[in-house]
């Protein structure tokens, strides 16, 4: 089975702190996403990565950076976290083959900005 | 990416069978249809996929209709643990557009 983790399941920072969020899969997938989802708005992009050291950004990237330096590895960066960014953040996974888009999601971590 | 209509919610009996429909009439002749599901506190499931023809594995049926603009994901017999929120996207390659979706309660 696919397997894809997250660092933390609940994080509290405090505004102006720098925030790292981990995601690692274990399944070789070439595709990792980073979502947020918010009440009423649903899961939404933030960026996306096609290969190690490639990433584009989604529909809501203002605010986060991401950086892959390994396959299996996909980091979230609030460079200065502020509190319209509590929120649940969710990392997946995929394949780049043909008929294969299916995404593979972490359990998400809950993120609180105060 | 086309835009997808569903239900705010439904529900089905266990051991019966969950039909959840979807419109999504503006599709382009290349996007596929997508399900995933939603427990609670948990991260989106794949469920299943198809262009043009019915798809099933052991999860769900995916019936597409001849035109394409609509679908229906069918859990031929649920249980409790079905109970979740259920989106249908529409979607070509790697993007997905997560709607709102539809909220399946599963009841005894």
């Known amino acids: 089975d696919v397997k894809v983790t997250q660092s933390s399941r609940y994080l509290v920072k405090r505004t102006g702190e720098k925030v790292f969020l981990e995601c690692v899969q274990d399944?070789?997938?070439?595709?990792m996403f980073w979502y947020r989802q918010d009440p009423g708005l649903g899961l939404r992009l933030i960026y996306f990565?096609?290969?190690?050291?490639?990433?584009e950004k989604g529909d809501i990237p203002e605010g986060y950076s991401v950086s892959r330096e390994k396959k299996e590895r996909f980091s979230l960066i609030l460079e200065s976290a502020s509190t319209n960014q509590t929120s649940m953040y969710l990392c997946?996974?995929?394949?780049?083959?043909?008929?294969?888009?299916?995404?593979?999601f972490g359990p998400g971590t809950r993120l609180t900005v105060t | 990416d086309a835009k997808t209509t569903q239900p705010t919610s439904m529900d089905c009996a266990e051991g019966r069978a969950a039909n959840l429909p979807c419109n999504h009439s503006t599709i382009s002749g290349n996007e596929y249809v997508y399900w995933y599901r939603q427990i609670h506190s948990q991260g989106p499931q794949y469920i299943i996929h198809g262009l043009k023809n019915n798809e099933t594995n052991e999860m769900a049926s995916l019936i597409i209709t001849e035109d394409r603009k609509s679908s229906t994901l069918i859990l031929p017999h649920a249980t409790l643990r079905d109970t979740a929120v259920y989106y249908c996207i529409v979607a070509l390659g790697n993007k997905l557009v997560f709607g709102a979706g539809t909220i399946l309660r599963v009841k005894s």
């Open positions: 997946a996974s995929s394949l780049s083959e043909m008929l294969r888009y299916e995404q593979y």
């Open positions: 990565s096609y290969d190690v050291k490639m990433k």
């Open positions: 399944m070789d997938h070439e595709n």
